[in-house]
Structure formats: structure tokens, C-alpha cells
């Protein structure tokens, strides 16, 4: 069986003013479907988006505990991924809490499984390497962009997209940028993960939702990260 995680960041999913692109959730869901067939499943990380933002935003003020303000944040993605688990199988959702929860839901009979962020510390980002990892699946990062550039392509016209670059590049790429504060498609945990695993890693523009099955099908689309 082949297995694909996909992360679908929140930007894809929901307007600025946190109301639901329904569809392209629609869309979406359709092309998981379709790519779910011929023995291949598929585990969708969701993330948390505007949604998340705002009940971190109004909390800050009043909470210290920044794992406190992170939990908000993983009850919001998780809440995301139970609005599509509902849409698609039109059921009660089922969201694994954990790995070895994931672990279950992938050996059930479940095509496509939704998920949103499990613990403090750890972007959605992460969470999608880490469920790559523990169910040997490939991974597949659908940004509102390309791909992976040399810097921030919202804020900078020169970047460049990069059709294949190691993992060990993309490292020292985003090391250097974080500091500064800018160009955040990846944290170091993410790309510690990929490294260590081994990956086989692919980011590029998510809408149309299209793209997601010419990755699957093996489509050179986007950015390809070679992780040894």
C-alpha cells in the first residue's frame, strides 16, 4: 500500500476573516478521494490557521504559559481537521490525539485520515514529518506558494524557486532566515525529522488541489527535497 501525508496549511482552507473556503474544501476533498483509490491512503495534517491565531491572540493578554496558548492553537487544527473528516465521510469525526492513535486509525479500513496538531511545542508542519515518519509514508507540504525559494516570495521579488534542493541546504537556508524572524515555511524540528528519515519530501502550491494528486502520481511539481 502506498500512504502520502499531506499538510494542508490553514491559509488554503479559510479566508483572512476565518470563514471557510468551502470550495475549495469541496474541491479538495474530491481530489483526496479520487487519489485514494488503487490501494494508496492518504493521512491529511490540518493546520490551524486563522482560527488558531485568533484564540491565541485574545488569550496572550491573559495567559503567561506559552504551552497553554500552544494548546489552543492544537484544539483549533484539530477542530479543522474534524470539519473535514465530517464533510468527506459525512460522519462523526475520528481525530487521532497522538502517534499511536494515528498508528490504529492507519491500520483500520479508513482511505483518507485527518489529523491536526498533537502537542505544545510542535507546528503542524512537524506533526505532518513526525505521522510521515511513524507510517513510512511520503510527505507532501501544500503552502499558498510554488515551492521552497531562496527567500520569502511575499517579501522578497528576487527570490528564486527551487526545483530540488537537499535536506541539508534547506537547513542552513532556514537556520539563518529564522533568526531574523522572516521566512517561516519550515522550523529546524521539521527538517531534523526529514533528515533523519529520510523522507522523501515534496512542497508546492496547493490550490488548485489538483497539484496534490500530480505529486501523488509522481508529477515533477513544485519543489522536491532530497533528503540524503
Known sequence: M?????????????????????????????VLREAAKDDTKIIVVVGGGVTARKYIHQARPYVENESALDQLGILASRLNAALLHSIYYKTFPVIPSSLEE??????????????GGLQPGQSTTTVSALAAEATGSQLIIATDVEGVYTADPKRDPSAKLLKSVSIDSLIDIFSKVQKAGEYRLFDSLTLQIIKRAKIHTRVLKGDPPENIIRAIEGEDIGTLIEPA
Do not use: W
Not at 10 to 17: C, E, K, Q, R, V
Not at 18 to 27: A, P, R, T
Not at 102 to 115: E, G, H, N, W
Open 102 to 115: 494515528l498508528a490504529r486509525i492507519v491500520a483500520s479500513a479508513l482511505p483518507v485520515i485527518f489529523m
Open 2 to 30: 502506498k500512504r502520502f501525508v499531506v499538510k494542508l496549511g490553514g491559509s488554503l482552507l479559510f479566508d483572512d476573516d476565518g470563514s471557510v473556503k468551502i470550495d475549495f474544501v469541496k474541491n479538495t476533498l474530491t
